[in-house]
Every structure is written in structure tokens, then in C-alpha cells.
């Protein structure tokens, strides 16, 4: 079974410090890799995709391990509105659709 | 903003009754999914659609069908609901092509009594 897993949290930090949320997958097979974000009670949303070589968005850096299985999601400056739950996202694109969603990573950002 | 919008939001039904929800977006995508997301679950996909008269089963697809007559809208039926199927059900749309880069629509909030 594929899987794709991560460590639930809920992860509490004050504002202003760094956090990282790890993930990792069972489909050595997989191709392209994804972090969502879903505040409660909504719809996931594209945070961002994962290449190969690492990738930055302000706050935010993801990070591919091919050989080890893992996506990491790092969060600097954390703020308030960074509270919400991190999905990693695994696509295999193998055959049918194959796009697995971990169960998510609760984030609060304390004041 | 990707212009999806589902219906209903939510609903109580009971335990046999067919129930339809209706996934429309504005842009003509090709691609558009179901999913529904549980406690102590991953988002899962139920059925997805690649077109006009395409569909095809995703992971939990027993007791549900869908259909997809227009470009734009995508529904998914449950023939008798069951309390199983109490969840929050999401549809999506990709817009670069058969890639894990989706847009979904708000949820629909199914209560199955």
C-alpha cells in the first residue's frame, strides 16, 4: 500500500520561530511532491510544489530526499497566520491517477 | 480564485435517500476529482473525471457514481446514502494538466443520519 506519512502534532511555537515538518513516503516510484495548507473547517490549498533541488518561497523552503523518501517543509518567522494544517502530497502519476495525501501536520502559532 | 463553487454546502439526510452534489467550475479544465476527507484519514479520492463522458473509480468509489455531461459540471451520487458516508466531500480541479497541483471548492458537509 502506498503510503505517505507525517507526524500529526499539533506542533505549538511562538511567533518568530522556525519550525519543520517532515514526511515521508513507501512509493519510491514517485515523481512530484506537494505541500498543502487547510485552515479549519476549509479547502486544502497549494502551498507549494517540491523539486528536486530544494525550493524557496519567502518564509517558507521545501526540500526533496529521493534516496531516503522524505519532503521536508521549513517555516521561518512564524506568524499567527501560519497556524493551520501542513498536507504533504505525494503524486506517482503511474497508470491510473495516483495523487496520496498524508493526514496532515497541525500547526499553532502561539502569541 | 480557480471558479468552483459546490452545492450543497451542506446537508442532513437520511440513512437510504439518493443524494447529488454538484461540483461547476468556470473554466473548462479537463481534469476534475472527488475526494472526501475523514478524521484520522487522508484526503481520498472517490471518483475523477479527464472529460466530457471520462470518468473512472479512485480509491473509495463503492457506493458512489458520478457523471459528467458538461465540461463544467462534475456530480457525484450516492444511490443510498449509508452513515459511512458521513464526511466532508471535496471536488477539485487541475489546471496544468493530470498533475497534483488542484484547486478545490469549498466541501460540501454530508450528514447521513
Known amino acids: 500500500r502506498k503510503e505517505v506519512e507525517q507526524d500529526p502534532g499539533p506542533f505549538n511555537v511562538p511567533e518568530g520561530a522556525t519550525v519543520a515538518f517532515n514526511c515521508t513516503y513507501s512509493?519510491?516510484?514517485?515523481?512530484?511532491f506537494f505541500w498543502y495548507r487547510q485552515d479549519c473547517r476549509k479547502e486544502p490549498k497549494l502551498l507549494m510544489s517540491?523539486?528536486?533541488s530544494g525550493n524557496e518561497d519567502g518564509r517558507f523552503t521545501a526540500q526533496l530526499n529521493r534516496a531516503s523518501q522524505y519532503i521536508s517543509l521549513l517555516i521561518r518567522d512564524s506568524k499567527l497566520s501560519d497556524s493551520a494544517t501542513y498536507l504533504c502530497?505525494?503524486?506517482?502519476?503511474?497508470?491510473?491517477?495516483?495523487?496520496?495525501f498524508g493526514k496532515g501536520t497541525k500547526l499553532s502559532v502561539i502569541p | 480564485d480557480a471558479g468552483i463553487t459546490q452545492s450543497p454546502r451542506h446537508k442532513v439526510t437520511e440513512t437510504g435517500t439518493p443524494v447529488t452534489l454538484r461540483c461547476h467550475q468556470t473554466?473548462?479544465?479537463?481534469?476534475m476529482y472527488w475526494y472526501r476527507q475523514d478524521p484520522g484519514h487522508g484526503l481520498r479520492l472517490i471518483h475523477y473525471?479527464?472529460?466530457?463522458?471520462?470518468?473512472d473509480k479512485g480509491e473509495v468509489s463503492d457506493g458512489y457514481s458520478v457523471s459528467r455531461s458538461k465540461t463544467e459540471d462534475f456530480l457525484l451520487t450516492l444511490e443510498s446514502a449509508t452513515s459511512s458516508q458521513t464526511s466532508v466531500y471535496f471536488c477539485?480541479?487541475?489546471?496544468?494538466?493530470?498533475?497534483?497541483?488542484?484547486?478545490f471548492g469549498e466541501g460540501s458537509r454530508l450528514t447521513v443520519l
Open positions: 477539485a480541479i487541475s489546471v496544468h494538466g493530470d498533475t497534483g497541483e488542484l484547486f
Open positions: 512509493n519510491s516510484a514517485s515523481q512530484s
Open positions: 517540491v523539486y528536486s
Open positions: 502530497v505525494v503524486f506517482s502519476g503511474a497508470g491510473s491517477y495516483q495523487l496520496t
Open positions: 473554466e473548462n479544465h479537463r481534469y
Open positions: 473525471s479527464y472529460g466530457v463522458k471520462d470518468t
